[in-house]
């Protein structure tokens, strides 16, 4: 394997084993792929559940959704990692549906069933199109101090996820028991040791290698039920608009603010994939990647799933693996395009047990955190940056583990603030230009 030196004389003398623009072989990259989407799958169709599960849908009808979903978010990977045009940041960027849309895909869907969200899907997917022409006026706010603040941000704000999966998943009826923690905590130290001790692919693979010890390790404790698997079709070809369009004014606005949220969102991930693949994302490059966001939910919202944008999960793998590999990417689209039409083979991967995520979630959510606070070494922290620094990890970090602060605030507002990396990134924006630097 071919060591990468880093071209960003800030990154130090960190190494990549494979660039964004390098090649693994197509047997290592068919690995790599499957750990990214061991990484995200169970985020890409989380919130599908979630939302048919509110809605009180068949199980006919979540399976046609679940599918659609991982789907669309295969097309939408492909679109952001090769890119087409002015669309995809060409960087190692998976695609799936956030959380920041359930609340007004459950609004919408109990008025106007799975036809209201497809077309709401569709409609305010335009205001992010739009708003990606705006990026890079904008992006000139962002200089290293914002940038490592919202990368940090956006690892501090998923660890919690990780701990919800190592106690069990939340709402789980042994949720925080020993015999999950204790796998979890198997899981981790595996994980960790091969990472730091293996030798070639052990040392890249030890995510995927890590899920599948941890997949195998589970099922003799009877934490594995295949009953899903057992129940699912073997084909499920989405079909364009198969329920149908009915539009609301009203539902399209609900779903605005979600989509400013993704974009604000999608800007510092794309920093993020930046920071740990080596590479400077130019004002651009982050325009084209929220343009895909958007293109990408359009697409998604014609085959009967929700809103796609830029997931922050897989940022820590490239960190863990020094795989920025962008060709690797865009195989995990292709597969993942492929699972949505074999929902048998999706819902094997579906039921890997949570305790088994959490495990390696630990070490990429914090690996995550870790490197904005790498970027923020780098600045000079005077009084006024970590003013900037703590005001936007208090209210970032505080909105995430205390999201019911937020309750009394219009519907608009909450959803634009429910997110940690949104709130935590407005606040240092804003702070940015307000507190000027001191004559002295």
Known sequence: ??????????????????????????????????????????????????????????????????????????????????????????????????????????????????????????TASFAEIILSRFIKPLMRFFPPLITGTVVSLIGITLLPVSIDWAAGGFGAPDYGSTKN?????????????????????????????????????????????????????????PNVLHYGLKFDLAS??????????????????????????????SSERAAAGVLCDGVGSMISGLFGGGPNTAFSQNVGLITLTKVASRKVMILAGILLTLLGVFPKLSALIAVMPQPVLGGVGVIMFGLVAAQGLKTLSQVHLGDRELLIISVAFALGIGVTVRPEVLKGLPTALQMIL????????????????????RRK
């Open 252 to 281: 399209t606005l609900a779903f605005v603010p979600a989509y400013v949220v993704s974009t604000i969102g999608t800007v510092g991930i794309m920093m993020a994939i930046g920071e740990a693949s080596h590479e400077k994302i």
């Open 1 to 122: 394997m071919t060591e990468i030196k880093a071209e960003n004389p800030t990154m130090g003398q960190d190494t990549l084993i494979y660039g964004i623009e390098d090649q693994p072989p197509l047997g290592i990259s068919f690995i790599l792929a499957f750990q990214h989407i061991l990484a995200a799958f169970a985020g890409i169709v989380a919130v599908p559940l979630v939302v048919c599960s509110a809605l009180g849908l068949s199980v006919e009808q979540t399976s046609m959704m679940v599918s659609a979903t991982i789907f669309a978010s295969g097309i939408t990977t492909v679109l952001q990692s090769k890119g087409l045009g002015p669309i995809g940041s060409r960087v190692s960027g998976m695609m799936g549906t956030d959380f920041t849309f359930v609340n007004p895909s459950i609004s919408v869907g109990a008025k106007f069933g799975v036809a209201g969200i497809v077309t709401a899907t569709i």
């Open 181 to 237: 923690l204790t796998v979890a905590f198997i899981i981790m130290a595996f994980t960790l040791a091969l990472s730091h001790f293996g030798k070639g692919m052990f040392s890249t693979a030890s995510v995927f290698i890590g899920m599948i010890f941890g997949y195998l390790v589970c099922i003799p404790l009877g934490m594995v039920d295949l009953a899903s698997v057992a129940n699912a079709p073997w084909i499920a070809i």
């Open 418 to 437: 429910s997110s940690g990396i949104s709130t935590g990134t407005l606040a240092a924006l804003i702070l940015n230009v307000l507190l000027v630097e």
